[in-house]
């Protein structure tokens, strides 16, 4: 009876035990939203670190929750005792968490303490997508690209790839707008036409310095860039504020320069076929 009543203790210490670590962890996230996020919020300032802080204190909670639920069983109480003491923290994590779990972790900590991007930064990876980072955790980075999906890649195979952040330094942005014209279209036509349309697109922004302004630097440039093999291929800058007007800015004056040129007679080259059939298959 008493070996019983004795197992009944030991579940009922663990139970609470459990639903103690919940409740602590539901509290803990609750204060950090509640009261530090809203800080940083209100002051504009980065949520990086706070995200990546709120996923340690989490780990670490359930980390003790564990340790003091392992103590409560006599044949585990050594492990417990290991865990709560720190003693055998590293050499448990190193024993049971791969190589590849423990790179993730280490790779997450050095992209908060060095932050080539953050939370809301725009990025891309080796120009194969481009996607806003929604999350920063101990072993993953979540990015949501323009169709709403998330993609989940591991922090050691991020933090060693390359990445194009719009949101470093400066957030403005430069769009090259690249157009190839017939020969015998007016070439100085169709640079005026790609000036003015950039010029007069809302979107568009002033990007000259004060000295730019005093030397006479045009609002817009646009040069020819090359002599092609069919075309003369024209080039205008577009800068716009950051890089989400800056795709809409390109792709509005994509539309718009191709109907100038339509409307002034100024050709764009495309590559033309010649059939040629001989008489036996007229024959035939």
Known sequence: MQKYFSEFKIETTIAIIIVGTIFFSILLNWFLKRFIKKSLINHHRDLT??????????ALVYAIGF????????????????LLAGAGVISLIAGLASQQA???????????????????????LRGSFTGTVEDIN???????????????????VISSDLIVNAHIGEEKCCKLIDIGIGYSSNIERALDIMKEEVGNHPLHID??????????????????TA????????????WA???????????????SIKNRFDNEG???????????????NENN
């Open 207 to 224: 990007n000259r310095t004060t000295e730019d302004i005093e030397n006479n630097v045009p609002l817009v440039i646009a040069r020819v």
């Open 138 to 156: 101990l072993r993953q980075v979540v990015i949501r690209d323009f169709e709403n999906n998330r993609i989940i890649i591991p922090n050691s």
């Open 49 to 58: 670190g706070y995200l990546f802080l709120k996923h340690i204190l989490t």
């Open 67 to 82: 340790a003091f639920a392992l103590v409560q069983i006599p044949e585990f109480k050594i492990v417990g005792h290991s």
């Open 102 to 124: 423990l790179s993730n972790i280490m790779s997450g900590i050095l992209i908060v303490v060095f932050k080539p991007f953050r939370i809301n930064d725009k990025i891309t």
């Open 266 to 280: 100024i050709e764009i080259p495309f590559p033309q076929r010649t059939i040629t059939y001989s008489k036996n």
């Open 241 to 255: 504020k950051d890089s989400s007007d800056g795709y809409v800015l390109y792709c509005d004056l994509l539309q």
């Open 227 to 238: 002599l092609g093999d069919s075309d003369v291929n024209l080039r205008v800058w577009a």
